[in-house]
């Protein structure tokens, strides 16, 4: 076959790339940094959080009594507060100053207080106020508290009021209670769990920041075992530009199918989160996603001296990319500065398509604005990638060739200086031994 026909080239492309491949693959399981970022941190993780957000809703919240009625008006909303599944009745105290410094200690997350004269206004028909004191640093414990005791204040109202109407059957009561009611019907999370709503997106975070963990390391163990930092070493299988990339985004994207099967599939299951997931969907998002953070990763790589660089660049970037998701604070209330610069990242898609398809059920149409930006990305990506390793090539045979020069050059003035010696000059010996000697007799 000759070496300069089309199919020896193609040929020789495969081989190459599959080498390159083969290679990338023993390094994250020789490496001791890529087999923790890139396989154990993946795999236990998610399970950290998981297990953190078990509970979903906030449940049992300490809160103190400050009851100076002590009636049975003050003791019956007590009673109802503590019932509630919400809140726990932890303290009683003699004053609001003994409440507070609970509250300083965070024992508890909130006061009631009720005024002497509680029940004394209530039969009179007078207006009475319940002071609530709630400690708002978490806003879950505020909203636990402050719903429980509307609902009991709204409860206790209606009951004061059909003792006072004139009604004569139920429905009147109904009617003089509640002249205008609602209808409360949760669409999505419908068991309100913080879990459901925060959880999708951790998980996709995680799988790109461990990904361009895993790319910058790789980058950083290549410069750091070449003699003059080259991102590329000098050798016949990585001369082509295209098989470079595709040969190391083929080994992260072997893994990482894996990893992101297990973290967007197992990971919920094992903890009995909402997950509506279809295979379908799930690989229609997660190809183009992985895709993008690869070539992402590898544009990012030149920028990569030293190992450590990358662990506090992706630790850095981890809460605020969390933040320009639009999971943990509306989309529509973030600035729109920050809003077109998260664009630049897999993971504001990657985390708004996999939670509508997770949480609402959505299919590849409902999605196709997430995954059509996505391969966007991966095709930028892939040619800003492709730019970054044609440049780290050219600088690679650069330096080779400015070393080698350099040689030639050490070599031809050694050649002269050995002719000059067969002409009657001395030896490198010689001139040793007349400089130490001139040396001593100047001392």
Known sequence: MKRD?????????????????VEEIRNEFRDEGLLIFCVLVPLFYPLLYSWIYNNEVVRDVPVAVVDLSHSNASR????????????????????????KELTGKQQVHGTIFFPRDFETKLRRG???????????????????????????ASEINSGIQISQSTGFTNRDDEITTKPLDFDEVPIFNTTSGYGNAILPGVLVLILQQTLLLGIGLSAGTAREKNRYQNLVPIEKHYNGIFRIVLGKSAAYFALYMVMAAYITLCVPRMFHFVSLVTAQTLIGLMVPFLLAVIFFGLTMSCLVRYRENVMLLVVFTSVPLLFMTGISWPQSNIPWFWEAFSWIFPSTFGVRGFLRISSMGATLPDIKVEYQALWIQALVYFFTACIVYRYQIMLSHKRARARLKQMKEGKAATQSHGNGLGQGSTSPYEDKAKGETANKVSE
């Open 5 to 21: 026909s089309l199919f020896f080239r193609i040929k020789q492309g495969i081989q190459d790339t599959c080498y390159i491949m």
């Open 76 to 99: 019956e909303f007590i009673r109802m507060v503590d019932g509630s599944p919400d809140t726990k009745v932890a303290y009683f105290c003699a004053s609001l100053d003994e409440a």
């Open 126 to 152: 007078e207006q009475v106020n319940v002071s609530v004191y709630c400690d708002m640093s978490l806003m879950l414990t505020y909203k636990a508290i402050y719903q429980t005791t509307l609902a009991v």
